[in-house]
């Protein structure tokens, strides 16, 4: 954004902002100095001065103050001459993170050995989201719950659906206990993304999900020996 004290155009004046909540609650508190280069039309607001713009890297820490928070940032420029019933809150101010996208992704395969897809978030594409597999039924009513992050190599294909990023597949080893919660259950593996910002809202259900465990074969093998001793043969699924 950007932010200046008319009282003194050409000096470039600090701004402070709280990150998840308003002063005194804030998750996080971050200080800049708006001294970037700034247009014309903020000189001319301003009353002169060529560097009132300010910028700050949103990192891991950042993230987690707006998720632990209220998802808001609050910013307020401060006054040349100290006195702080001079700060003011910007215009905007607080801003919610951008949030346009929901949550979205494939469920590739579900079978004896392994789930297995790709989930994203748009809105934060670098990142690595939370996948929730419900295991035997939807959300409520699943006989297992497993959690897991996508975040291994991802194909360039999924890269441009997601706006980049190189790492957003998951899988999970079927064990038993996931085969036994499919058998008490309907069978089906139902997959969600969770939103970047923790708004349940944008979690959606991944593509092809509820997904099925595969089942392509019928059972076969052969009855070798029916005798007075021994009923002997042998018998398997090709699945």
């Known amino acids: 954004g950007w932010a200046c004290d008319k009282d003194d155009p050409s000096k470039s004046i600090d701004v402070v902002l709280h990150i998840g909540g308003p002063a005194g609650s804030a998750s996080r508190v971050v200080s800049v100095t708006a001294s970037e280069s700034s247009e014309s039309a903020v000189s001319r607001i301003c009353g002169g001065g060529d560097n009132h713009r300010f910028s700050v890297e949103v990192d891991d820490t950042i993230m987690a103050a707006l998720s632990e928070g209220d998802g808001k940032v609050y910013a307020h420029g401060l006054d040349t001459l100290g006195n702080a019933e001079k700060n003011s809150q910007l215009h905007q101010s607080p801003r919610a993170m951008a949030n346009h996208h929901a949550t979205q992704g494939y469920l590739d395969v579900v079978d004896y050995t392994t789930i297995y897809g790709w989930a994203c978030d748009k809105d ?28 291994e190599s991802s194909e360039s294909a999924v890269s441009r659906i997601c706006g980049g990023g190189d790492n957003h597949r998951f899988s999970v080893e079927v064990d038993d206990t996931i085969m036994a919660a499919l058998s008490e259950g309907d069978g089906k593996v139902y997959a969600h993304g969770l939103d970047t910002l923790g708004n349940a809202e944008k979690n959606s259900q991944l593509h092809q999900s509820p997904r099925a465990m595969a089942n392509h074969h019928a059972t076969q093998g052969y009855l070798d020996v029916v005798d007075y001793t021994t009923i002997y043969g042998w018998a398997c699924d090709k699945d």
């Not at 039924?137 to 297992?144: D, E, H, Q, T, Y």
């Open 124 to 151: 934060d594409p670098s990142k690595s989201i939370d996948v929730v597999l419900h295991i035997g039924g939807p959300a409520g009513s699943a006989s297992r719950v497993v959690s897991v992050t996508a975040s």
